[in-house]
Antibody, heavy 117, light 107 residues
Framework: EVQLVESGGGLVQPGSPLKLSCAASGFTFSSNWLNWIRQAPGKGLEWVASINPDGRRTYYPDTVKGRFVVSKDNAKNTGYLQMNNLRSEDTAMYYC??????????WGQGVMVTVSS | DIQVTQSPSVLSASVGDRVTLNCKASHNINKYLNWYQQKLGEAPKLLMYNTNNIQTGIPLRFSGSGSGTDYTLTISSLQPEDVATYFCFQHNVWPLTFGSGTKLEIK
């Protein structure tokens, strides 16, 4: 059974860093893209980051480019999202999701990040 | 960036009704259009990929169609468990973009 479990969320002050983790199981992690999607409270979905299977290519929207870094450790079956210089508008539920034959075919349960002073 | 517009934003229908949700992209997305269902308090779930390919385990009352810039998700006979928000999503070009969602309610 495919499972993705996020961790590392919490309350942080504006300008602070935070690193999220996504522990994967039930599939060959090294063969799949890993992605992060976020959802602000009561709002829609926003794609945040993607990384290819071997970790050499990454993609971001302009809203987070230069502040967020996605990575994956295939030996540990874990993906990461390093978030720097956090802003209040980054407050959201953050989901990790796998891509196999199509993007985001399986999602984790999400982890909440709140940026507030 | 490709903008994806969903309509209507809220849809109220009766159990057993045929329901159609719409998604319009600002440019041709070559059928690289997925649909996700999100129930209250849950993570989104993939329903349909590349316009008309149903994900494993999804009931066959769900179907998808479209091409170019216009796409639809159809529920042939609405069931109470279909109450959710539905998001379309284009993955033809970076940056990847979601529609703003259609909230489906039961009358």
């Amino acid at each position: 059974e495919v499972q993705l479990v996020e961790s590392g969320g919490g309350l942080v002050q504006p300008g602070s860093p935070l690193k999220l983790s996504c522990a994967a199981s039930g599939f060959t992690f090294s063969s799949n893209w890993l992605n992060w999607i976020r959802q602000a409270p009561g709002k829609g979905l926003e794609w945040v980051a993607s990384i290819n299977p071997d970790g050499r290519r990454t993609y971001y929207p302009d809203t987070v480019k230069g502040r967020f870094v996605v990575s994956k450790d295939n030996a540990k079956n874990t993906g990461y999202l390093q978030m720097n210089n956090l802003r209040s508008e980054d407050t959201a539920m953050y989901y990790c999701a796998r891509s196999d034959r199509t993007p985001f075919d399986y999602w984790g349960q999400g982890v909440m990040v709140t940026v507030s002073s | 960036d490709i903008q994806v517009t969903q309509s209507p934003s809220v849809l109220s229908a009766s159990v057993g009704d045929r329901v159609t949700l719409n998604c319009k992209a600002s440019h041709n997305i070559n059928k690289y259009l997925n649909w996700y269902q999100q129930k209250l308090g849950e993570a989104p779930k993939l329903l349909m990929y590349n316009t008309n390919n149903i994900q494993t385990g999804i009931p066959l009352r769900f179907s998808g169609s479209g091409s170019g810039t216009d796409y639809t998700l159809t529920i042939s006979s609405l069931q109470p468990e279909d109450v959710a928000t539905y998001f379309c999503f284009q993955h033809n070009v970076w940056p990847l973009t979601f529609g703003s969602g259609t909230k489906l309610e039961i009358k």
